[in-house]
């Protein structure tokens, strides 16, 4: 099955981490860059990290610093370490297989004052 997994989201308070993983099963995970993505009530969906097959990395303004994103190929699996979390980073994040145009099912992460 072509898909994409999101876990690890959950409810933390400000200055907490957690760590996201993807889980990619059905495509060549290894070829495809990785996008993480997040969306919180009545706004748009806004790209957060993104890391290419050759491992480089991007991030947005708001998480650099914070958040940093991985990937392990022979588990076909990108993480997203995010730590010293603020209320404001709660959201549904989700992961986007840029070019296998595939999106997971999203994981919900509340980060409370």
């Known amino acids: 099955q072509v898909q994409l997994v999101e876990s690890g989201g959950g409810l933390v308070q400000a200055g907490g981490s957690l760590r996201l993983s993807c889980a990619a099963s059905g495509f060549t995970f290894s070829n495809n860059a990785i996008g993480w993505y997040r969306q919180a009530p009545g706004k748009q969906r806004e790209w957060v990290a993104s890391i290419s097959p050759s491992e480089w990395t991007s991030y947005a303004d708001s998480v650099k610093g914070r958040f940093t994103i991985s990937r392990d190929n022979g588990k076909k699996t990108a993480y997203l370490q995010m730590n010293r979390l603020k209320p404001e980073d709660t959201a549904v994040y989700y992961c986007?297989?840029?070019?296998?145009?595939?999106w997971g099912q999203g994981t919900q992460v509340t980060v409370s004052s």
């Open positions: 986007n297989a840029i070019f296998a145009g595939l």
